[in-house]
T-cell receptor, first 112, second 116 residues
Framework: KQEVTQIPAALSVPEGENLVLNCSFT??????LQWFRQDPGKGLTSLLL?????REQTSGRLNASLDKSSGRSTLYIAASQPGDSATYLC???????????FGKGTKLTVNP | DAGVTQSPTHLIKTRGQQVTLRCSPK?????VSWYQQALGQGPQFIFQ???????QRGNFPDRFSGHQFPNYSSELNVNALLLGDSALYLC???????????????FGPGTRLTVL
């Protein structure tokens, strides 16, 4: 059974700091990995999709990497801003399946 | 370009009642998935619909059922509501292009269901 773990559960940083969020998964048989952002009580906004054959993806100040063999992904946020405060979720699309398996998320607070 | 829309935004029901939630996929998408997110948890997969049929189902009881219409919109029905069904229900849409790696899911704003 696929399990996705995100560490840390919460993170508080001062504005301008670069930071890394971690995601690990137990079964490397995945099609892809997505990083999402969720604001309190809201839906999920897709940030980045990394296909299983890729190593990383970049969008603006965000960079996500994927090491499928070790079951790890990281989301790097450069020059953090208060508007980046949200919960960040990673999810893997399980091989042979149509479902996303999610971690519990990392709650990020960026202090002005 | 309209994204995924869901209705209603909020819903309050009592135990034993039935509820129907609705979802319209992102323009051009043909696949709809439903997820349940309890407070402080990651979303859990309920089921997925493609070509008006349930393609895969997660570990949810038969009280949870769904439907997809010819225009690709979808409904989630929950019968005999329990207190534990209180959660944010998320709909996600995607376009099936035949290569699973390219499957990117886009989520709606969710429906907050409270069962009293």
């Amino acid at each position: 059974k696929q399990e996705v773990t995100q560490i840390p559960a919460a993170l508080s940083v001062p504005e301008g700091e670069n930071l890394v969020l971690n995601c690990s998964f137990t079964d490397s048989a995945i099609y892809n990995l997505q990083w999402f952002r969720q604001d309190p009580g809201k839906g999920l906004t897709s940030l980045l999709l990394i296909q299983s054959s890729q190593r990383e993806q970049t969008s603006g100040r965000l960079n996500a990497s994927l090491d499928k063999s070790s079951g790890r992904s990281t989301l790097y946020i450069a020059a953090s801003q208060p508007g980046d405060s949200a919960t960040y979720l990673c999810a893997v699309l399980q091989g042979g399946s149509e479902k996303l398996v999610f971690g519990k998320g990392t709650k990020l607070t960026v202090n002005p | 370009d309209a994204g995924v829309t869901q209705s209603p935004t909020h819903l309050i029901k009592t135990r034993g009642q039935q509820v129907t939630l609705r979802c319209s996929p992102k323009s051009g998408h043909d696949t709809v998935s439903w997820y349940q997110q309890a407070l402080g948890q990651g979303p859990q997969f309920i089921f997925q619909y493609y070509e008006e049929e349930e393609r895969q189902r997660g570990n949810f009881p038969d009280r949870f059922s769904g439907h997809q219409f010819p225009n690709y919109s979808s409904e989630l029905n929950v019968n005999a509501l329990l207190l534990g069904d209180s959660a944010l229900y998320l709909c996600a849409s995607s376009l099936w292009v035949g290569i699973a790696e390219y499957n990117e899911q886009f989520f709606g704003p969710g429906t907050r269901l409270t069962v009293l």
